[in-house]
């Protein structure tokens, strides 16, 4: 079992009514949920891992998470009201605006949290969670905990407006980045990060840190995959776009669905997984976000809508 670990959240989306009012519309949201649900309705076996609030958005999370068969048996219930972010949307791209104080984000306890080994072999981690407290603190000592027996999947989804000590995200950002196994970075969040860096360097040094799969996202572009072995890259798919809203969210879901898949999933044998097997799940990731970005809000599709 795959568990994603981190926010639930409702984005807020803007619509134009027919007075030339902008209004908002709540659509489920945040990066990890997006990805368990995108992987629960590609058939993987997958289970969210966060804290879930008992008001009206938090019964709308709920539900969605079941009818795209994602596990709720982990889900945290809280009282905090549940974390909004608000979207802007100009030129296909999409900023946002959080509402998370004393929010159910800021409510995630993972102390007493135990994982199986027998059944869970992966961890999907990122997105805001980490970037505030104590939801932050929380996560990184569950990593810490859990990282030396599965595979963990990193994408550190950079809100720079969201972070409220540069130096302290940065730190938490190495040290989850040396426990994982997998990680996909975008070319933002790696200007961010190395400002002065460059990814052909910045890549072999995660390499030696341990890291089996690396995976740079460069928009309509596509993407590049590095690891030990191999470089593969894949083109963006052409398609109109509606809004990026929750795009590389879906596309890591669909990029770990499919490498989940393959003989060479296991923590040690991940390493050495052939570039065939790369480049199909390379090119099966693309071709999902590419879907979804011509839906309104993070929509990822269900395996029985795909004609690939």
Known sequence: ?????????????????????????????????????????????VGF?????????GEQILEELINSKVNTSFCIETSNNTTLAFAKIANGTTTYSFFDENSSNRTICLKDVVLDDSVVDTIYVGGISLMSEPNG???????AKESSKK?????PNVRPNFIEDRSLFIQRFEKILSQSDIIKISEEDLEWLYPNGSF?????????LGLSIIVLTKGSEGAIIKTKNYEVTSRGEKVEVVDTIGAGDIFNGALLSSLSKHKSFSKKDLINIDKESLEESLKFANKVAAISVGRTGANPPFFNELDF
């Open 137 to 143: 603190t929380e996560i990184e000592n569950f990593i």
């Open 200 to 208: 052909e360097e910045i890549y072999k040094q995660w390499l030696n």
């Open 49 to 57: 891992l966060g804290a879930v609030s008992k008001d009206l958005f």
């Open 151 to 155: 595979i963990v999947f990193y994408d």
């Open 1 to 45: 079992m795959i568990i994603c670990c981190g926010e639930a959240l409702i984005d807020m989306i803007p619509t134009t009514l027919d007075s030339g009012e902008t209004a908002f519309i709540p659509k489920i949201g945040g990066a990890v949920l997006n990805t368990s649900i995108c992987l629960g309705r590609l058939g993987a076996n």
